[in-house]
């Protein structure tokens, strides 16, 4: 198996990293059939990848066995951005169009528990990729080696892809940029998931601005103490009155 460095994130303060604890803490508790997890948004820019990571970073520091999947042929960043990968790496492009094998793609992390299948190359035809039985093969195998599959998709709101994808998945989740688009447009996206019988997990709010839950930052620093607050992150109110801090997942209301 390769090996990759995963690249830590400094710049996230103590509220967005008690978020993805909580984060990590929802999803253990979403149930023990959900097992395989698509990660989406609406459109470009939104924070999927960083969520997408982030989570699998939490989970596999809780001792579960984690794999992330580059789903996201179109467009990736995982491998330039966040890893120290040297140019092209093996993918999932290429392990789906039999261009390599399974353990030339998959690769090892710092991270005992984590491994990560990169996007790869562009491929000229994503769908038909994404939506063939090799991949659907995948999907099963790799849930009966890892405790977790995290599916970094594409925008669902720019392309089909993220669709496709969620027929071969548990349950899914929204990464959704508070501000930049409309509640009718991230219904949409809802119902377009929900119709591949995919079940919604929740959505992922990010970038809410600070002085939207200022009570709530003095309310948490009263009980649990003050902490630096780092430029570019803002709180989340979720459904329990706790403050967190750019990423939460709120679990569907019944």
Do not use: W
């Not at 849930?143 to 998709?153: H, K, L, N, P, W």
């Not at 899914?172 to 930049?180: F, K, L, P, Q």
């Not at 447009?185 to 002085?211: D, M, Y």
């Amino acid at each position: 198996m390769k090996m990759t460095f995963v690249h830590e994130n400094d710049k996230f303060s103590y509220y967005v990293k008690e978020a993805f604890k909580t984060l990590r803490t929802n999803f253990l508790f979403s149930g023990s059939d959900i097992k395989t997890v698509l990660i989406t948004s609406c459109v470009k820019n939104e924070g999927k990848s960083t969520v997408s990571l982030e989570l699998s970073k939490s989970l596999a520091l809780s001792e579960k066995k984690v794999l992330l999947i580059d789903a996201d042929l179109r467009k990736s960043v995982l491998s330039t951005r966040y890893t120290d990968n040297d140019g092209e790496v093996l993918g999932l492009s290429e392990y789906i169009s039999a261009q390599a094998e399974l353990d030339e793609v998959i690769y090892a992390t710092q991270l005992e528990n984590l491994n990560i299948i990169f996007a790869g190359a562009v491929p000229p035809n994503p769908v038909e990729l994404l939506g063939s039985s090799k991949f659907e093969a995948l999907m099963k195998e790799m849930r009966e080696r890892y405790d977790y599959v995290i599916v970094d998709a594409a925008p669902l709101g720019a392309v089909i892809d993220a669709s496709v994808l969620s027929t071969f998945c548990d349950g899914a989740a929204i990464v959704i940029s508070s501000g930049e688009i409309g509640y009718r447009f991230a219904k949409e996206v809802k119902t377009q998931l929900e119709k591949s019988n995919c079940k919604v997990l929740g959505a992922i709010l990010n970038r809410v601005p600070t002085k939207s839950s200022s009570y709530y930052s003095r309310y948490y620093r009263k009980y649990y103490g003050k902490y630096t607050k780092s430029s570019g992150y803002g709180k989340y109110i979720n459904t329990y009155g706790n403050v967190e801090d750019e990423y939460s997942l709120k679990s569907k209301k019944k």
